[in-house]
C-alpha cells in the first residue's frame, strides 16, 4: 500500500526547505519497535511534571479521581479507563492501575508556527487530519507532507493514530521534522486558522468542484478525513472551499495518504509556477 520499499543508489541533493525547521526540529535517534510506556502511579506523575509529552493516559476502571488523573486532564492528555486485563497485556509488572504512552515526538504551538511563517514572509501551508486512525497511513501522509513542504500537521487529540514507532519508521524519519500540532477541537482550530487568514479546504469525494479549479498559492489549510466516513459534518459546514479529485475508473475513492500526495503536489505544482 503506501508502505513502499526504500529507493536504491545513492542520495540525491534535496532543494533547500522554505521552512525554518530550527525551532521544531528533534534530534535524529533509533526507533525501537515498542512504544515507550511508564507504569506506575509515582513514576506516571513526575513524568507529567518533568514536562514529557504524553499521547494518552490508560487507567483501572476501579480506580477514582486519583492525583496523577486530574494532572494529566489539566496537561490536555487523553485519559482512558480501561479494565485491568487490558492493561496487563501491556507489562505483567507492577503497573499499579497507571499506564502511560510517552510520545514519540514534541508537540508544536499551532499559533506559534503560524506567526513564525507570516514573519519569515512565507505562506502558510498546514494540513488537518480529522480521525486518520491508521498508522501507516498517518506516517505515509506526514512523510509526503514533510517532502512538500508543509509547515505543520494538526490532529485531534482524541481519536487519531498513535504517533508510535511504526507511525515513525512509516513517515521514513519525516516526523523528526515536521512539527505536529494536537489540538482538542478541530472546530475551533478551524476557527483560528480562518482569522489567521488562512483559506480552510476540505477535500472529499462529495462535491463536483475538484482541486484543479481552486487557487491554493495562498495561505491555505487543507482537511483530509478519516477512512472511513471523511470528514466530519461538522468540519465540512465550517471550510471554506470543498474539492475533490477526478475519478474516472470503477473505485470510489483513493486511499487517504494516496490523496493526500495528489493534493499537497498540486498546492506546490501552483506554488512553484
Keep these: 500500500m503506501e508502505n513502499d520499499s526504500p529507493r536504491g543508489g545513492p542520495p540525491r541533493p534535496r532543494p533547500s526547505n522554505p521552512r525554518n525547521q530550527s525551532q521544531y526540529r528533534r534530534a535524529e535517534s533509533p526507533q525501537t519497535t515498542k512504544p515507550d510506556i511508564v507504569f506506575g502511579i509515582q513514576s506516571v506523575l513526575e513524568t507529567l511534571r518533568a514536562g514529557k509529552e504524553i499521547d494518552r493516559l490508560l487507567v483501572q ?32 509488572k507492577n503497573h499499579q492501575g497507571v499506564i502511560a504512552f510517552v510520545a514519540a515526538v514534541h508537540y508544536a504551538k499551532l499559533d506559534n508556527i503560524v506567526a513564525d511563517v507570516f514573519e519569515r514572509g512565507q505562506t502558510p501551508l498546514v494540513l488537518l487530519l480529522d480521525r486518520i486512525t491508521d498508522v501507516r497511513n498517518f506516517g505515509a501522509i506526514a512523510r509526503t507532507a514533510e517532502a512538500a513542504g508543509v509547515h505543520a500537521l494538526v490532529i485531534p487529540t482524541r481519536g487519531a493514530a498513535q504517533i508510535n514507532a511504526d507511525a515513525m519508521k512509516t513517515s521514513s524519519g519525516a516526523l523528526n521534522f515536521l512539527p505536529v500540532c494536537r489540538e482538542d477541537d478541530l472546530t475551533q482550530t478551524v476557527r483560528y ?63 487517504v495518504s494516496v490523496a493526500n500526495g495528489v493534493v499537497l503536489y498540486e498546492a506546490l505544482r501552483q506554488r512553484q509556477r
Design 61 to 92: 476502571r476501579e480506580l477514582g479521581n486519583i492525583e496523577v488523573i486530574e494532572f494529566a486532564r489539566m496537561r490536555g492528555v487523553p485519559v482512558q479507563k480501561v479494565p485491568t486485563e487490558k492493561l496487563d497485556r501491556i507489562t505483567r
Design 193 to 255: 486558522l480562518q482569522q489567521a487568514g488562512l483559506r480552510v479546504v476540505g477535500c472529499t469525494e462529495k462535491v463536483s468542484q475538484t482541486i484543479y479549479d481552486l487557487d491554493f498559492t495562498g495561505p491555505t489549510a487543507l482537511v483530509l478525513g478519516s477512512e472511513e466516513d471523511g470528514i466530519s459534518d461538522e468540519l465540512l459546514r465550517l471550510v471554506d472551499d470543498l474539492a475533490s479529485l477526478p475519478m474516472f475508473g470503477r473505485v470510489g475513492s483513493l486511499n
